[in-house]
């Protein structure tokens, strides 16, 4: 089966009417769970995203506080705690809605993780969030930079103190 260009679907998708518009949607969000989230957001969130983003910290916040301390199974809900911040910031396309739940679970790590653990999955959960972090502050416009870029020193500072693997060197922008 080939699938057709994006160039190609969007031309095929103006031709058509309301109605057979509606129906293509309501199949696709059918049968697949993500669609349907997405095509949730896009109905009923897109005009804020930063709120959106607020219901994600809220739904998400009850994952950090049952963390496991076992430094394995941590790791386990880290990683999907990771994948459903990644799935919900690239719903709204925004780096700030990306950069506001990169702080938030960055700080919620420090908070309810086992920042004394050694082991290395564990520590590279955090290190790699602070990455993004740093890699998507100048792509904001400055304002926002300055605002998070803020935000983002003093977690630095408070990683430092309380994260026994962290390097503060490595992230100091």
Partial sequence: MRVEKLS???????????????EICLRLAKYKKDNKELLSYLLYEAENPINYAEEVKASLL??????????????????????????????????????????WFCSNFIEFADTRSSHKPLQAIF?????????????????????????????????DSRVRFFNKNDFII
């Fill in 8 to 22: 190609d679907i969007k031309k095929e998708l103006r031709s058509l009417n309301t109605e057979s518009l509606t």
């Fill in 62 to 103: 009850v994952n950090f506080q049952n963390l496991n301390r076992s430094s394995y199974t941590s790791t386990k809900e880290l990683r999907k705690i990771v994948r459903l911040l990644a799935k919900h910031a690239k719903y709204t396309g925004s780096k700030e809605v990306e950069l506001e739940l990169l702080l």
């Fill in 127 to 159: 290190g790699r969030q602070m990455e993004k972090v740093k890699k998507i502050l100048p792509k904001l416009h400055e304002d926002l930079q300055f605002d998070y870029s803020t935000t983002y020193n003093q977690l630095v500072e408070e990683a």
